[in-house]
């Protein structure tokens, strides 16, 4: 019996995966899930009831919690980065510390092939190939959703034709939770113009009052919600649960996939939201203007190429250099509000706070320069564009 490894997430495309290989090929599968946040221990358990309920040889639940964060979520909070201006990258970072641990896993068993659930439209196809190709090429990677071209009624048929009944068609929304966000797919999100219903989305308003929070950063991490420190990784699970009361962080990301098609996913990300929002607000605070216009385009292109499935690429580690190293004065206090449905950033306090400097007040007074010298800089700062104004004013008569 040939050893094969599947990445599985216990939904619809890796349940057919599992069933297939193991009764109708005859593998030995070994089902493993990368927990990458979201999960309680109660919904792991059921996922392996049900790996084991579609026939596998094994099922391993490795916890990455705080792998994905020290790996990827720590550089996109570095970088402010939110695709196109509105995604936190929820699923498509999570991919990545998972592709890399599954195919670790299955170096260790000494595993033949290798197999995901990905079908042939998305993005994720070609985070797992890439990651698997580059850091086991001599394993066998093998996807039945993408060769055989299925359609998810195809699926539910041949599960039902092997016996096993569970309630596929009454899962109307594809719900991917992870620690940096939700993703919410369905029908709304297939077209251009309908909105997902308030119930898509995994939590409910359920606070109305506004409330006052502080987030606490050093040298650009998380380390304390409301004075209370702890973990990184813990604490965006915690402002998570605080904030999603709230129904915050909800929105509707449209985007250009890998393969070249427009995609467009709802999504669920409160702490991530608030996160880059107020580490971004800090930022403009103890940063340099050159720091801050360098940052924005390098940090774009890290999460673009994170996106793109690149992690491996070694221009990955130069750019986290950099952000890691832009880091060392944001440190301080973000203070804001909490409302149904938004937040708000009411200001910073932090001892690298710029707008301190003795220099003056912007807009008010100064102390640095007089008068004249402000003059004779204004002269000369605009020596470029009198001179174009001058030779192409002349050029017209």
Not at 14 to 38: P, R, W
Not at 222 to 233: K, S
Not at 336 to 354: C, M, R, V, W
Not at 366 to 382: M, P, S
Request: a negative charge; aromatic letters at 10%.
């Amino acid at each position: 019996m040939k050893k094969l490894v599947l990445a599985y997430s216990g939904g619809l495309d890796t349940s057919y995966c599992a069933v297939y290989f193991s009764k109708d090929l005859g593998y030995e599968v070994h089902a493993v899930s990368v927990n990458t946040g979201g999960f309680t221990s109660t919904e792991i358990n059921e996922i392996k009831k049900k790996a084991e309920q579609m026939g596998v040889f094994s099922y391993q639940n490795i916890d990455a919690v705080e792998n994905y964060y020290q790996k990827v979520v720590k550089y996109l909070i570095y970088g402010n980065v939110l695709k196109n201006n509105t995604y936190p990258l929820s699923v498509s970072a999570e991919r990545i510390v998972q592709a890399i641990e599954i195919i670790e896993y299955a170096k260790k068993i000494g595993a033949d092939c290798i197999a995901h659930g990905s079908t042939g439209a998305g993005n994720d196809q070609v985070r797992f190939d890439l990651i698997f190709q580059a850091l086991a090429p001599e394993i066998e990677i093998i996807t039945p959703i993408r060769d055989q071209k299925l359609t998810r009624q195809q699926e539910i048929i041949y599960l039902k034709s092997k016996g096993i009944e569970l309630p596929w068609s009454k899962a109307q929304y594809s719900i991917n939770k992870g620690l940096w966000g939700t993703s919410v797919g369905g029908a709304e999100t297939l077209t251009s113009h309908l909105s997902l219903p308030e119930e898509a989305y995994p939590s409910q308003l359920k606070t109305k009052e506004s409330e006052q929070l502080t987030l606490t950063f050093s040298e650009g991490e998380l380390v304390a919600v409301n004075e209370e420190e702890g973990l990184p990784q813990d604490l965006i699970e915690i402002l998570n649960t605080l904030a999603s009361q709230y129904a915050i962080g909800r929105d509707i990301h449209v985007g250009d996939t890998i393969v070249g098609i427009k995609g467009r996913v709802g999504f669920e990300a409160a702490a991530a939201t608030i996160i880059i929002k107020a580490h971004h607000l800090l930022e403009k605070h103890t940063l340099s203007k050159w720091q801050l216009q360098h940052k924005d385009y390098l940090a774009n292109w890290y999460g673009t190429h994170l996106h793109e499935g690149l992690f491996l690429d070694p221009v990955m580690r130069d750019l986290e250099a950099f952000l890691e190293s832009s880091q060392q004065k944001v440190s301080g206090k973000v203070l804001l509000k909490l409302h149904p449905y938004h937040f708000t950033l009411d200001g910073i306090i932090s001892e690298n706070d710029l707008m301190k400097a003795d220099f003056g007040s912007y807009g008010e007074e100064n102390t640095g320069w007089t008068a004249d010298e402000a003059k004779g800089f204004i002269k000369i700062y605009g020596n470029q564009s009198k001179i174009y104004q001058n030779v192409h004013q002349r050029s017209k008569k």
